[in-house]
């Protein structure tokens, strides 16, 4: 497997600490903090740049938060925009590619060009081929992100980078929190490189053909529901014993057609596709607000569904 070096000078860089701040900054220049740098952003990408160079930075502290997502209730870690946004987006500016190149083409969760939306296509692609989707297994990982083990992250972080500059920065942010906290923007990568090789152990050891991946949600589709059974009890293993990772215990094994595979936000049948019910119960709230941009994005997630009657009702079609 190659490693890669020479990775430093390009993170440290003023040209790529710019583009940082640009990503960083989108939707939030009202941000004080963000106000703050845009006054003068010289001198704040030449302070950050010292703080690397000189390996002064430290990790500021974490404000955590609870915040519902659906029907979870998320605890959010949050870091000052300055420097530790900017920062996480330098990092993640340059290993980005080198990471992505690793992963299987159907794992998701805001990876460039692999949306919810291309989730969706590839899962209902999939269902074209009835006989071998006929069942699912559909599990996911207990408290996921508060379990990843810092030093099987670290070993696996070891395996593509060698730079040790580089990895001096990844370990500082990585023991800044038990587990990866959620918030981060490095934290999706470093979730994605956790499960990278359970992933490709899926496909090519037990060689499942239709497995996708959404941060912890797991969809797994097959002939038979005996198959599904046996590759649980292999998942379940490898996750303990490789990675120190719990299966939660509502994990499911059904006729695809019987109830449909509850996934990004959809629940999929072989011949047809339907927007989650509580999607659907959000909307409808916010249609009796008349927030009508708010109206417009349900517009955008209902388009990918057989949802005609319900658009065609508040004129979308």
């Not at 740049?49 to 997502?69: A, C, G, H, Q, W």
Request: proline share 3%; with cysteine; glycine share 6%.
């Amino acid at each position: 497997m190659k490693r890669f070096g020479g990775l430093w000078e390009r993170i440290c860089s003023l040209e790529n600490i710019e583009f940082a701040h640009r990503l960083a900054r989108k939707g939030k220049a009202h941000y004080t903090e963000v106000k703050m740098v845009d006054r003068d952003p010289d001198k704040y990408f030449m302070m950050i740049r010292k703080m690397l160079i000189e390996k002064s930075f430290i990790n500021s502290p974490y404000v955590v938060m609870m915040r519902t997502d659906g029907l979870k209730e998320r605890e959010i870690w949050k870091l000052p925009y300055f420097p530790d946004r900017i920062i996480h987006h330098c990092i993640v500016n340059i290993l980005e590619p080198i990471w992505i190149r690793g992963f299987i083409r159907d794992t998701y969760s805001s990876l460039p060009g692999r949306g919810v939306h291309d989730g969706v296509k590839r899962l209902r692609r999939a269902l074209t081929s009835v006989d071998a989707t006929k069942y699912c297994l559909k599990l996911d990982v207990r408290k996921f992100y508060r379990s990843i083990d810092h030093g099987e992250l670290k070993s696996l972080i070891r395996r593509k980078i060698k730079d040790m500059d580089v990895l001096w920065l990844l370990d500082l942010i990585i023991d800044s929190a038990p587990g990866v906290p959620i918030g981060n923007y490095s934290s999706q990568y470093f979730a994605n490189v956790y499960l990278s090789d359970f992933d490709h152990w899926i496909k090519e050891t037990l060689r499942v053909r239709y497995y996708f991946r959404y941060c912890d949600d797991l969809v797994l589709l097959g002939k038979t529901k005996e198959e599904l059974h046996r590759i649980r009890v292999d998942i379940n293993r490898y996750l303990s014993e490789q990675l120190k990772l719990d299966v939660k215990k509502n994990w499911q094994v059904f006729p695809v057609d019987a109830r449909g595979i509850d996934f990004l936000g959809y629940r999929f049948f072989h011949r047809f596709t339907l927007v989650r019910k509580s999607i659907v119960q959000r909307f409808k709230e916010q249609v009796k607000k008349s927030e009508e941009r708010s109206l417009a994005a349900y517009n955008g997630w209902f388009v990918w569904a057989d949802t005609y009657n319900l658009r065609k009702q508040y004129g979308w079609v």
